[in-house]
């Protein structure tokens, strides 16, 4: 089955859009549909790429969404899905995109505080092969079209969760995710692996009256979900630090009823899935000259630390 659905793809001969903004994760109900659908509203000269891992489902939502939608399939944790579905955009943007913006929007959680206990062992693998090494993955896939961009972007979808992990964690592994200047993608794929080993033997131990999360022996707060936002943003920093010409950034889009969310049962109030599109869309195509310095973005707009206060 071919990647990208033909009826959009042919629409790309003869689009003069000035920018491709690329969405992973869509799915119908989540906060990628949101940011579509708000980048679509900022600019009519702007076109997306909604990726899904079936083909079928990115089809739907193009259509969905009109005839600046095009859809393309992609599964962030395979090398060889990750570069088709880049050679896919490719032949997209083709020479009437000179801009080009990547949002790693997709996502996979298996621990999350409302989720019922104990967690399962597996959870930090699947957790870290989407958030983290597959956001990595089409990332570096995309990475030659990205810089060949006058204006290449890179939004990383977050959350809070990231910056609460690191608040939790100790300080010296505090420290080896804020070490800018040293830091490198080994440094954060050793990390991630100590991770993975200490949660799996933590969730076999874990008793009725001592379940997951807590902190490691080597000082790691054993919640994968967070612990793989925490390694994003340090990811990120990187990719900054390397390319300085690309806009490498993290958000939160805040507090979003999304399936993720959807077993929550607090009284925290909830944003639809385009009020927490908003802010991403605004940092894959709004005016850079409005943006401050690479960091982690809340909904309001304002830079933070990646550490939660």
């Not at 597996?122 to 989407?130: E, Q, R």
């Not at 690191?166 to 010296?172: D, L, Y």
Request: net charge negative.
């Amino acid at each position: 089955m071919s990647l990208v659905l033909p009826l959009f793809a042919a629409l790309a001969t003869t689009a003069e859009a000035s920018r491709l903004v690329v969405i992973s994760g869509c799915g119908s109900r989540g906060v990628g549909l949101g940011i579509a659908r708000k980048v679509l509203h900022r600019d009519e000269n702007v076109e997306v790429v909604v990726m899904a891992r079936k083909l079928e489902r990115a089809s739907s939502i193009a259509k969905e969404l009109g005839k600046r939608a095009h859809a393309v399939e992609c599964d962030v944790t395979s090398d060889t899905s990750c570069e088709a579905a880049a050679a896919a955009i490719g032949s997209i943007g083709g020479k009437t995109m000179q801009l080009l913006t990547l949002v790693n929007n997709a996502g996979f959680a298996a621990d999350l505080p409302w989720f019922p206990t104990p967690w399962p062992s597996s959870a930090a693998s699947s957790t870290l092969a989407v958030n983290l090494f597959g956001a990595r993955r089409l990332t570096q896939a995309l990475l030659p079209q990205l810089l060949a961009s006058s204006d290449g972007r890179v939004v990383f979808i977050s959350s809070g969760g990231g910056r609460l992990n690191m608040k939790r964690m100790s300080e010296e592994r505090r420290e080896q995710l804020l070490a800018t200047e040293a830091l490198t993608w080994d440094g954060i794929a050793t990390l991630a692996d100590t991770f993975t080993s200490e949660y799996e033997e933590a969730a076999l131990h874990q008793t009725e009256s001592h379940t997951l999360p807590f902190m490691s022996a080597s000082g790691l707060w054993l919640q994968s979900y967070g612990f793989s936002k925490a390694c994003l943003a340090a990811y990120c920093q990187i990719l900054s630090r390397e390319h300085p010409s690309l806009k490498a950034v993290t958000c939160s889009p805040g507090w979003v009823a999304t399936e993720m969310s959807s077993t929550y049962t607090g009284d925290a109030d909830m944003r639809t899935i385009d009020e927490g599109g908003e802010m991403p869309a605004w940092l894959a195509c709004g005016d850079r000259a409005d943006m401050g310095a690479t960091g982690f973005y809340m909904p309001d707009r304002s830079v933070v630390s990646w550490v939660a206060d």
